[in-house]
């Protein structure tokens, strides 16, 4: 399975790098991960909310394929359990032939066009999380998905 996970800016915090590395060190023995990360846009100072939105939104879509099977990370997305999730994957993987791709937006959340083109709104909790502590949590649970479809000891149920 490929999956690629998009993300809009950088990320701040020095422990979250780190924690974010040592997931996708650990993915790559399970799918084929890539990570793309989309630069901040510049002069936000200048634009409005919904300006921000659009112009991440276009760097988003343009980065996209046909083929590809968008998933949100979005707030107003369907919430999991760590088991549920791994069992929603294993669906993915079967019936989709193309790249699974994650996408976590900015500070702001996503356009309305990057909604529309998505298949699939994905929220990791109630609470509400910066974008960037987001990035390590669900590649953690991406990570505990994955051991779990392969019965191994990281998850204890």
């Given at each position: 399975?490929?999956?690629r ?12 790098k ?19 990360e ?30 590809d ?28 032939t ?20 998505a ?19 669900f ?12 019965g191994e000891?990281?998850?204890h149920?």
């Amino acid at each position: 399975m490929k999956v690629r996970f998009l993300v809009v800016g950088k990320t701040a915090f020095e422990d979250l790098k780190i924690g974010e590395l040592r997931y996708e060190q650990r993915l790559v023995h399970y799918c084929t991960f890539e990570r793309l990360e989309l630069p901040d846009v510049k002069n936000p100072k200048a634009l409005s909310q919904v300006q921000i939105k659009e112009k991440e939104g276009e760097a988003i879509l343009s980065k996209l394929k046909a083929t590809d099977y968008v998933v949100l990370l979005d707030e107003n997305g369907k919430s999991f359990s760590s088991v549920n999730f791994a069992n929603w994957l294993s669906q993915k993987q079967m019936q989709h032939t193309g790249t699974l791709v994650f996408i976590i937006g900015g500070a702001f959340g996503f356009s309305s066009e990057v909604y529309e083109r998505a298949q699939f709104k994905l929220s990791l909790s109630e609470m509400t999380f910066s974008h960037q502590m987001v990035r390590m949590i669900f590649l953690e649970q991406l990570y505990r998905a994955f051991s779990i479809l392969k019965g191994e000891p990281y998850h204890h149920a």
